[in-house]
């Protein structure tokens, strides 16, 4: 579950640690979406993941959006560490396609987290 969900208060600043870590461990799964078939399964798994947060901005008509063009795994991983780079308008804007995202792959998540698995 989500840090945060079911309180008033959220740490924006520890929602960008869970959004990158939901976000890096569907990314294998997401990589069978993209329409590139060169670049490491990551890569794919970004760039579908880019697509879909596309269509997400345009259906939510979102104003505080992550700059698209830009975005890349350098996004989701700063170092060694998952932490997404995002201002806190663009992180609100991101909790319901991150729990959107998260149901649609509950099945996988909550595998993952029943053997202990951290991305």
Sequence with gaps: MLLGVNSKAVD????????????????????????????????RGCDALKGRLA?????????????????????????????LKAKAGQTRALMKFTLDLAREFQEFVVHLASIGCKP
């Design 12 to 43: 924006l600043g520890m929602l960008c640690y869970e959004f990158a870590a939901v976000w890096w461990s569907l990314l294998g799964h997401l990589a069978q979406e993209s329409k590139r078939t060169n670049g490491s399964e990551l890569q």
């Design 55 to 83: 269509k997400y901005y345009t259906r939510e008509k979102t104003k505080s959006k992550l700059p698209l063009k830009r975005f890349g795994l350098g996004k989701l991983k700063v170092k060694n560490t998952l932490k």
